[in-house]
């Protein structure tokens, strides 16, 4: 392990440290030529950004990873690869890489998100979810026939939850019993939540349902108050999904404003 290349995390950062000063003190020196300190807190910085702490053994695998690149550089210098078309050509590329990412990361550090911001979307999910939640099930056929038959062998004393594990082409409920756990009833199509808003607690749709999934027999099993969670809860993802839509709505502005030939 000790010995293993941190490529993986290190790519991107390396790409930036063939120009770095060279400093007084050196974390190496290499066939004679000094190897700045510099390099190793770049990739340093990779390690603790990837969430991995630097502990003394992944120092000690920067620096190797440090001195092996010096070596493999040096080599591909004296076989004058750096003068290909192919090098410069995914230079060019890796150069707007990170300097577009350089333009994002300096977008977002000069318009963080607001708590003002974060408080108003929280309160725009709160109203569109508020209210009452439905725990319901179904059974899902193709044909209105087949929904008919299901709602006669209820009445006859069948059970649900065994006619949905038989009989419904819903594979995302089938194997539950027909389950759809709690939910808003807007976040069903029309036709089926209309069917189950005039249900009662503990009752079925006494004729099949139509939709454009095909015929659904709806049971109502509970109704509860919607249970949101505390903005503190979710501000970290209300936060990070505002501060993405900003960055879109800045790189759209900018397609805009650009004149294109």
Known sequence: ????LLSGLVAAAVLGTMALPVSAQNIAIVNGKAVPKERAEVLRQQVERSGRPVTPEVEGQIKEEV????IFLQEAQKRGLDGSG???AQMELA????LIRELFADYQKTNPVTDAEIQAE???FV????GKEYKASHILVEKEADAKA???ALKKGAKFEDLAKKQSKDPGSAAKGGDLDWANPSSYVNEFTEALLKLEKGKTTDAPVKSQFGWHVIRLVDVRQAELPKLEEVKPQVAQQLQQ????KFQEDLRAKAKVE
Do not use: C, G, W
């Open 67 to 70: 001195v092996a690149r010096e």
């Open 1 to 4: 392990m000790k010995k293993q």
């Open 150 to 152: 299901i709602i006669a």
């Open 245 to 248: 839509q900003k960055l879109v």
């Open 86 to 88: 192919d090098f410069k």
């Open 122 to 124: 929280y309160d725009k």
């Open 127 to 130: 109203a569109a979810n508020s």
């Open 95 to 98: 150069r707007q890489t990170i």
